[in-house]
């Protein structure tokens, strides 16, 4: 467990080899930069010009491969899964634009004219919705289209298949975890059901549908689905995004037991749920999800636990605002698509850490906060925020006063804080507790609250 002495670092990554202790360490201390001031570009995170060559020189050795830097997090996901009797392994696809940069090996992007990457990383999740980490990622750059309008490299939606792969042969070491896959409609693939049934389901799959299937009676999916009479009825808030007002959201269940049809002439099994919202307010588009998965469902009680699952989804879309806008990783500018990865690897871990905190301030809020943060760090956001110290700080008090250094007004009806107000305020408390070691190194006054 992570002490008042001990970076989160040292346990995240006890397990970490690069094949060189100094890499390792290097490594280690790029982590607690970063995560420390989650804004900072890598000449602002280091800590003079030495850390700062030293930081693109990590980026630019070639014996370090982007995967060993994230095999230690991935290990201690799985650790942090096992504690669980159900595990979301949510999946998904964010594309990086790195437009206007020289750096080779990137390629177009959804837009051909732009110029990036693709990310799609396989993200733990908890039913409440707390993040235990990165458990795989895919990296990579399209190639660009030939003269007939086609695309070289492997085929993109093989990243779906091998994501439930590598999921799968996690299961049987987790016997006392059920792990769920959870994907939005690019993930509506025959082949990956196909995959997933021919291993024998070792772990559950819910996935949106974009398909209206044809099924071998002759009917279409989603007619079937809805054709008998809704299992009942749900209400859940969903709160306010840009352009739109928070509400209530109150959706009919159907759920129906299906034979899809797939190669061979064979078929799979799986439960099709539509949930169609009623009562929408005028002006509102209703939301509507149809949803498939191997698990059998028939009670409302099953249905509304699917629905809360595939809710959690929108965990991942927090993790990529964090990486993208916290992070901001298409700032980077390290010239080549390998050094890219290797930073990624680091602020993947990075953006969950601040979701981490983001997430269990809430669930657990009264642990120590000198597990997740070290004492001038804890000083610097009771000095800030001109608060008395706590004898025994808490996580919740704590993230909280760094929040508000990042605009959380902290009033009674504004809930708890987002990632994003945590990791505007985590730059403000970095650049303190940096000032209070100077001090302290200079032999200056007294730093303490």
């Not at 060189?20 to 989650?38: G, H, I, S, Y």
């Not at 110029?115 to 795989?136: C, K, N, S, W």
């Not at 995959?195 to 549908?209: T, Y």
């Not at 993947?348 to 983001?358: D, E, F, I, N, P």
Request: one cysteine or more; charged letters at 30%; proline letters at 5%.
């Amino acid at each position: 467990m992570v002490t008042e002495s001990t970076p989160w670092t040292q346990t995240e990554f006890e397990q970490l080899d690069l094949g060189d202790a100094r890499l390792n360490k290097r490594a280690r201390l790029l982590m607690e930069r970063m995560a420390a001031d989650p804004t900072a570009s890598v000449p602002q995170a280091g800590h003079g010009w030495g850390e700062t060559i030293a930081a693109y020189r990590f980026f630019d050795n070639e014996k370090v491969q982007w995967h060993a830097i994230l095999e230690p997090h991935w290990q201690q996901t799985q650790k942090r899964m096992q504690t669980h009797q159900v595990v979301l392994c949510l999946q998904d696809t964010t594309e990086l634009d790195f437009n206007g940069q020289d750096a080779l090996g990137l390629g177009p992007l959804t837009y051909e004219a732009q110029r990036g990457m693709f990310v799609h990383p396989t993200y733990a999740v908890t039913p409440q919705r707390e993040p235990l980490g990165i458990l795989d990622a895919w990296m990579w750059a399209r190639e660009k289209k030939d003269d007939s309008g086609r695309r070289g490299g492997p085929k993109e939606s093989l990243r779906w298949i091998e994501g439930y792969e590598r999921i799968a042969e996690m299961a049987p070491d987790m016997r006392s975890t059920r792990l769920v896959y959870v994907a939005d409609r690019e993930a509506d693939l025959m082949a990956l059901m196909e995959r997933a049934d021919a291993l024998g389901n070792p772990a559950d799959w819910l996935v949106r549908a974009a398909h209206n299937r044809s099924l071998p009676e002759g009917d279409k999916l989603w007619e079937r689905a809805t054709h008998d009479e809704a299992v009942g009825e749900i209400a859940f808030p969903m709160a306010a995004r840009q352009g739109v007002k928070a509400r209530t959201v109150r959706q009919r269940l159907w759920l129906q037991r299906v034979q899809l049809p797939a190669s061979k002439s064979k078929s799979v099994a799986a439960t099709c749920l539509v949930a169609r919202e009623f009562d929408a307010p005028a002006g509102v588009k209703p939301i509507e999800w149809r949803l498939l998965t191997n698990r059998t469902a028939t009670t409302l009680d099953e249905a509304a636990e699917l629905i809360e699952w595939y809710r959690a989804r929108w965990e991942i879309e927090i993790l990529f605002n964090v990486l993208k806008n916290g992070c901001q990783v298409e700032e980077l500018q390290l010239g080549t698509i390998e050094r890219l990865e290797r930073a990624l690897a680091l602020f993947l871990v990075v953006a969950w850490r601040v979701t981490y905190l983001m997430r269990l301030g809430r669930t657990c809020p009264d642990l120590d906060a000198r597990l997740f943060f070290d004492p001038d760090e804890i000083r610097a956001a009771y000095l800030l925020t001109k608060t008395p110290r706590s004898v025994q700080p808490k996580l919740n008090e704590v993230l909280r006063l760094v929040a508000r250094l990042g605009g959380f007004l902290a009033r009674k009806g504004d809930g708890e804080p987002g990632a994003e107000t945590i990791w505007k305020g985590l730059t403000k408390v970095h650049i303190a507790a940096q000032t209070m070691r100077l001090l302290r190194d200079d032999g200056d006054a007294d730093t303490s609250v």
